[in-house]
């Protein structure tokens, strides 16, 4: 399939994200004193932003390819959450799948930078489980908005809207509709996604996520690795990002290793949301698992160079691909 098609098709594809939503607020500022009240900079404060986070900037990444983003999530029934759903509306987001708790805060990860410095991040949140009524209605929408999608995300932060009992009815029902789905995995739920079709950690989150340690410099080192993996966690394939080392799949009979690509890297915040949101697109395509592995480590690459969590640029990105194939 010649390259321009494949992201042309990006934008028939409905894309259902269930996970952890939140909200990152930007304080930029500029320091030019040290407070006389501690030995801490004193930022002047030029702007403020808030972005979607977490699975919300998932839905930014697939909305940004061309894609329609449907999010499925458990939030605050607080001023966070009016500012969410207003984002959704500004960023014109569906937001039938938010669900407001009157037990939960929303999530808000506070980044205070100076310049490019990035000073300190303040997080407000709470990671308890969700309750039964509420993991009952996650459940209920995320099988409703499923039937009219591609492929479902399952967008982990560990924050308590993801369990062993909602992964394994949504598998389920994914399964038996014939809908790929494709994890972005956190340590909690690690070992829950079996029959799910990719599996994407990172370096750290396998390693802990097992309590197994390789050099990934080492080819056949992380080839075992990931093969242990997909046995252990019982999930049809494995894609694991390896930063500077580049990715690494294991999927549908094929392995390959893409190294990563020469770039000034910035920060490295939201690079995996950046993956996985191609990730699942060229699943949903029904792409090569090289082709999966290809698209994704440009687009994270690509994300890195900006400062902040932003979504990927589709023009960018198909620059990028014919630059390199």
């Not at 304080?27 to 808030?50: L, Q, T």
């Amino acid at each position: 399939m010649p390259v321009n098609p494949i992201f042309d098709s990006f934008d028939n594809l409905r894309v259902l994200i269930v996970g952890d939503v939140m909200l990152d607020s930007y304080v930029f500022g500029k320091v030019e004193r040290i407070s006389p009240e501690a030995p801490i900079p004193v930022v002047n404060v030029k702007r403020k932003e808030i972005r979607l986070g977490g699975a919300g900037n998932v839905a930014m990444n697939i909305k940004s390819l061309g894609a329609t983003p449907i999010l499925c999530t458990v939030v605050g029934a607080d001023s966070e959450a009016k500012d969410l759903l207003n984002l959704l509306k500004d960023n014109n987001l569906p937001s039938e799948g938010i669900i407001q708790s009157t037990t939960r805060m929303t999530t808000v990860k506070q980044r205070i930078l100076a310049g490019s410095q990035h000073v300190v991040r303040i997080d407000s949140e709470m990671d308890s489980l969700i309750n039964a009524d509420e993991q009952a209605l996650l459940i209920e929408k995320a099988k409703a908005l499923a039937v009219s999608c591609d492929v479902i995300i399952f967008e982990d932060y560990d924050k308590g809207v993801l369990d062993a009992e909602s992964i394994q009815q949504i598998v389920a029902f994914a399964k038996s509709k014939g809908i790929p789905t494709i994890v972005d995995p956190k340590k909690r739920n690690f070992l829950h996604y079996q029959g799910t079709d990719i599996f994407k950690p990172n370096l750290k989150e396998l390693k802990e996520g097992l309590k197994i340690d390789f050099d990934a410099k080492n080819l056949e080192e992380v080839k075992a690795a990931v093969a242990s993996a997909k046995n252990i966690l019982g999930v049809n394939g494995v894609f694991l990002t390896l930063s500077e080392n580049g990715v690494f799949i294991d999927f549908q009979g094929e392995i390959h290793h893409i190294p990563a690509h020469l770039r000034n890297i910035t920060d490295v915040s939201g690079a995996g949301d950046t993956v996985v949101s191609i990730a699942a697109m060229c699943l949903a395509l029904k792409l090569s698992p090289k082709m999966i592995a290809e698209i994704s480590n440009l687009g994270g690459g690509l994300v890195c160079e900006y400062v902040g969590v932003v979504p990927i640029e589709k023009g960018k990105l198909i620059n990028e691909y014919q630059k390199y194939f």
